[in-house]
């Protein structure tokens, strides 16, 4: 049996769909990232960077694994499925998966963090993560033109890179103009786990009126998490 402590954020989908894709039973142990429960000594023992997400596979030996990627790779090579053992074939795979955790991720992080929390609004830095999120963007939208996903069948870089580009409007970054970039992004999402692990813990839904109030609060949030 694997624990996963998680929370609702793009990292923490990637491996609540890693799981759900392997049909691997799981516990789900929700950490409040706004209390700071990543922090926490107990949770520390397991992820010593204090990050989500994290699991703990149950066994004679409990052993702990976090980085999402890590974990997924780990999960992936423990059930033989969504990472092939032909070099070349998971080469291509793991090209993918490393694509989104150097690059999507952390520009796409960088640029909610400046176009969203921050409390200066400095547009020449707001710009560079969001022009680069959608370089790395066309970079895929160019390559699934001649391919119906990332690494030949659907592997664990889709999960990694559609975990994060659906929340493409929250780092205010447009895909209207990527045609193959919308097509597998509507592939994938139809997937039973993918729709079932965007939804461990719980639901989350980014409020799209910029000027509400509930845009203003999730920003605050997001704002005590970055201080933790």
Wanted: charged share 25%; hydrophobic share 40%; glycine share 6%.
């Amino acid at each position: 049996m694997i624990d996963l402590y998680t929370a609702s954020t793009p990292n923490g989908w990637k491996v609540s769909i890693t799981l759900e894709e392997l049909n691997i039973p799981y516990n789900i142990i929700p950490i409040d990232l706004i209390k700071g429960e990543q922090k926490e000594s107990s949770f520390l023992k397991i992820n010593p960077n204090g990050r989500i997400p994290a699991i703990v596979d149950r066994g004679e030996n409990d052993l702990a694994v976090f980085e999402s990627g890590a974990i997924m790779i780990y999960l992936a090579e423990k059930e033989g499925k969504l990472l092939p053992k032909d070099p070349v074939k998971k080469a291509k795979v793991l090209q993918w998966l490393m694509f989104q955790m150097g690059g999507i991720g952390p520009m796409m992080g960088q640029a909610n963090v400046f176009y969203r929390y921050f409390p200066e609004k400095i547009q020449s830095v707001i710009d560079r993560y969001q022009n680069e999120s959608k370089r790395l963007f066309t970079v895929i939208n160019d390559h699934l033109n001649e391919n119906e996903y990332l690494a030949g069948d659907f592997s664990l870089a889709d999960i990694a890179n559609w975990s994060w580009i659906r929340i493409h409007k929250w780092s205010g970054v447009k895909i209207d103009d990527l045609p193959n970039l919308m097509r597998w992004m509507e592939l994938v999402g139809e997937r039973p786990a993918c729709k079932k692990g965007v939804e461990i813990p719980h639901p989350l839904e980014l409020p799209e009126d910029d000027n509400s109030e509930e845009v203003k609060k999730f920003e605050e949030n997001a704002n005590k998490i970055l201080q933790k």
